[in-house]
């Protein structure tokens, strides 16, 4: 392989090794296979266009265009032109997936599923760094300055993950750097000849070309260096104060790393990711259950989390500090003493398959009795997983508050503190004025803050001709909400961040609240919370009331007491003593009759959808044709550093196959290709051919260096008698056992070589140089073919025009 080839493919794997940090970013990881195939086909470009020469720009100029004839393929199959070429309309789509991968890093927390916008955003990301560390290594021979790019391209996915990537993959992304300076010295000193070497091995004699032993010093010694500054960059960080998590610590997880008694910040990732998938689940997984002492709990809805942040592209929730878990929780924010409340306990036992950051909770919970590292951020009243804490499996005991305002209380609430209304009412400029003029124009008739609320509630749930619809592509955006305005379809997401949307429009202070309806009552008392009761609703602040629930999706959960004319009461029996009971253990899958409404049983939510069972997790995955190519283009690339040994055992097959041997030509022909194959077999382990010896002197050369003994060295000197009889004998006779001969030798080089030897003859074997002779001679002939057959064309084009010398006729 020559120097400037054994770059290439280290530019290449450099890259791929350094985009391996992003795969835990993004479930499935089947992407990495897209980027690396059209990373070769850059890489292969980018070769002929050096072998060719071309200019230098010229070179990133082919690469390029076959990026982007590449990525549209790809991509953008529907709109290019030809199915290939980017035109305008490709270009269109292309931005618009990428305004939605945008979207979707902004929604989705780690690991993010694979939607078309994401994948397009690593694809031509990881693509557009080997394209540059491609250019700078190989097309300008700088390899340092191209571990620039590959650090940033690792730092990327260090800073998604959380402040680390693992030490697994730093050491993927140094070793692919390392690898890469140290192809580059190589091809340095290879100009300069072979004057560095290294001793021969104690016993073994010197190679044939001389000069030394099995591999250059100086490589040895630039690996040695290389591991050493790996393992310097990994253990040295850990002994220094302040850097206790090194290169890829998890202490800035951004949930707060503290312990007991210590500060911090959290950084919510946002729940709204896998709502619509586990909307779409076919069967009803139950993830907790939990037993209660309310005599009703069509309103005991289980929150994780407020998101309270709405930047045009999407809701989230805000950086807040957190504390220890106190042992009572404070007061309700804005909740008066005028209020009806009732206390209600209950005792959760999560499932151990469900592992959540955020603790299911009723709202608002006053006490938490509860295990483990959790943490409690006050302004959402929210507890969350301390460093790695999950809710896998956990026991608790929330004693929480029912709160049960009045229509009249609700519609004399004073206004809101001014801090609160200033934070909680604020919405992007970019919202479109059809949301606001939509919301003014449903509550136009309203009489205050509440009333307003009811109207936009019962527009969305009754009046507004809207339906239920799990199969609408999620969104937070300011696109989404009026996509939902103009279709009038969606989840609970879409209804609950656009009535949260246009409340706040109105002026009064909203956000969006994720977690789970309450559930379905078994028959053993205990309610059970499935995977499908996952929902959002909306929470509007009433002084008073504080922080109010509304239901503004159709079908799904219970419209509020206060929203409608009557308001029953409701009292709690006894508090529930916590139960260990063997009945309060979730059950791996609910029976049907168990977990199965009516109202459930109309929806379709009580077995498995097809529609739904049958829809990707993201709605824009590949088509059949794209899989296939792209799996295609995967197997070829995997196959690529097996072609030398697929190559090999062809041409072996092919001289020591059975063949004629009814006459003389055929014989010479059998006896020259085994003897052709003892000496590329020698040549495999490490005996270079020597073509100016005679067979004698070949033999007893290949003997030597190979150090043969035995059943193979006669089997050497053998075959080149034969060769000889082929040469020089008037009538060469047939010699039978010409295959199982060179098969001896084979097997003698074997077992004489070390590992390392037996690897490199069997997976690179040094005899497919061959190859490349093969077609750079046929490339040659061709050009040659076509320069004559070009002159001659040229010749008989002009001939007419001659002129003819005097005198001649």
């Not at 290019?80 to 979207?103: C, K, N, S, V, Y």
């Not at 305002?405 to 479109?432: F, H, N």
């Not at 490490?686 to 010896?693: C, I, K, L, T």
Request: aromatic fraction near 8%; charged fraction near 20%.
């Amino acid at each position: 392989m020559s120097g400037r080839a054994r770059l290439t493919l280290a530019a290449w794997g450099a890259t791929l090794m350094a985009a391996g940090a992003l795969l835990p970013l993004v479930k499935p990881a089947t992407w990495i296979l897209t980027a690396a195939f059209v990373l070769a086909l850059v890489s292969g470009v980018g070769t002929l266009a050096r072998r060719a020469p071309l200019a230098r720009p010229l070179t990133l100029l082919a690469q390029v265009v076959v990026v982007l004839v590449a990525l549209t393929a790809i991509f953008a199959r529907e709109q290019a032109i030809l199915w290939f070429l980017p035109g305008p309309q490709a270009l269109t789509h292309a931005a618009d997936l990428f305004r939605a991968g945008a979207e979707d890093v902004g929604r989705y927390a780690v690991p993010a599923p694979d939607t078309e916008g994401i994948r397009l955003m690593l694809v031509g990301g990881v693509v557009a760094i080997g394209l540059l560390v491609d250019t700078l290594a190989v097309t300008f021979r700088k390899a340092a300055p191209a571990g620039l790019p590959l650090l940033a391209l690792y730092s990327v996915a260090a800073g998604l993950s959380g402040g680390g990537a693992g030490w697994l993959w730093f050491l993927l992304a140094a070793t692919g750097f390392l690898l890469l300076l140290l192809a580059e010295s190589r091809d340095r000193l290879s100009a300069w000849g072979r004057v560095f070497g290294g001793a021969p091995r104690p016993g073994r004699p010197s190679s044939a070309a001389g000069g030394g032993g099995n591999a250059f010093a100086p490589a040895r010694t630039g690996r040695r260096i290389g591991a050493v500054a790996m393992g310097v960059a990994m253990v040295v960080p850990l002994a220094l104060p302040g850097f206790t998590g090194g290169l890829f610590g998890a202490g800035g997880d951004g949930e707060g790393t503290g312990g007991a008694g210590r500060g911090g910040t959290i950084s919510a990732v946002n729940p709204l990711v896998s709502l619509q998938d586990n909307l779409r689940q076919p069967e009803d997984r139950e993830v907790l259950r939990y037993r209660t002492n309310a005599r009703d709990t069509s309103g005991l809805y289980l929150r994780l989390v407020a998101l309270d942040q709405f930047d045009g592209t999407s809701w989230k929730s805000s950086v807040r500090p957190i504390e220890d878990v106190p042992k009572q929780l404070p007061w309700p924010e804005g909740l008066s003493q005028d209020v009806k409340v009732t206390e209600v306990t209950s005792n959760f036992v999560a499932s151990d398959a469900y592992e959540q950051k955020w603790l299911p909770m009723p709202y608002p919970a006053g006490r938490v009795d509860i295990g483990g590292r959790w943490r409690y951020e006050p302004a959402g009243r929210m507890l969350v997983g301390d460093d790695k804490q999950t809710t896998g499996g956990a026991r608790y005991q929330v004693s929480s508050l029912d709160v049960q305002p009045t229509a009249d209380q609700l519609a004399a609430a004073g206004p809101p503190p001014a801090k609160l209304r200033r934070e909680y009412t604020r919405y992007p400029v970019s919202l479109p004025a059809e949301v606001k003029e939509t919301a003014r124009e449903i509550t136009k008739d309203a009489r205050g803050s509440y009333e307003q609320a009811v109207k936009l509630q019962d527009w969305f749930a009754r009046d507004g001709g809207f339906s239920y619809d799990v199969k609408v592509e999620s969104g937070t955006g300011v696109q989404a909400i009026s996509r939902f305005l103009k279709d009038r379809r969606g989840f609970c997401v879409h209804f609950s961040f656009t009535m949260a949307a246009m409340a706040r429009s109105l002026g009064i202070p909203a956000r969006v609240a994720v977690g789970f309806m309450p559930g379905t009552t078994q028959t053993d008392g205990s309610v059970s919370v499935g995977i499908r009761d996952a929902h959002a609703w909306p929470e509007l602040y009433f002084e008073g009331a504080g922080w109010t629930r509304f239901e503004p999706t159709p079908s799904r959960g219970s419209t509020p007491a206060y929203t409608r004319d009557t308001t029953p009461s409701g009292t709690a029996s006894d508090p529930a003593r916590p139960q260990q009971s063997a009945s309060a253990q979730p059950s791996a899958a609910p029976s049907a009759s168990e977990s199965c409404t009516p109202q459930m049983r109309r929806l379709g939510d009580c077995g498995p959808d097809e529609a739904v069972a049958g829809a990707e997790s993201d709605g824009s995955g590949p088509d059949p044709l794209t899989a296939v190519l792209l799996t295609l283009g995967a197997l070829v690339v995997l196959a690529l550093p097996f072609l030398p040994l697929l190559w090999r055992t062809r041409v072996r097959a092919g001289r020591l196959g059975p063949g004629g041997t009814r006459g003389p030509e055929e014989t010479a022909a059998r006896t020259l290709a085994v003897w052709q194959e003892i000496n590329d077999t020698a040549w495999d382990y490490g005996v270079e051919p020597d073509e100016s010896r005679t067979p004698r002197k070949t033999a007893a050369r290949i003997v030597r260096l190979g150090e043969l003994g035995g059943e193979a060295a006669d089997a050497v000197h053998r075959v080149a008698r034969a060769v000889e009889e082929v040469l020089y004998a008037p009538s060469p006779r047939p010699v039978a056992g010409l295959a199982e001969e060179a098969a001896r030798v084979r097997a003698g080089f074997h077992a004489a070589a070390d590992r390392r030897t037996r690897l490199r003859a069997t997976l690179a074997p040094r005899s497919a140089a061959r190859l490349r002779w093969t077609a750079a001679a046929r490339l040659a002939e061709t050009a040659t073919d076509w320069s004559t057959r070009r002159e001659a064309l040229i010749t008989r084009a002009t001939a007419p025009f001659r002129r003819t010398p005097r005198g001649t006729t």
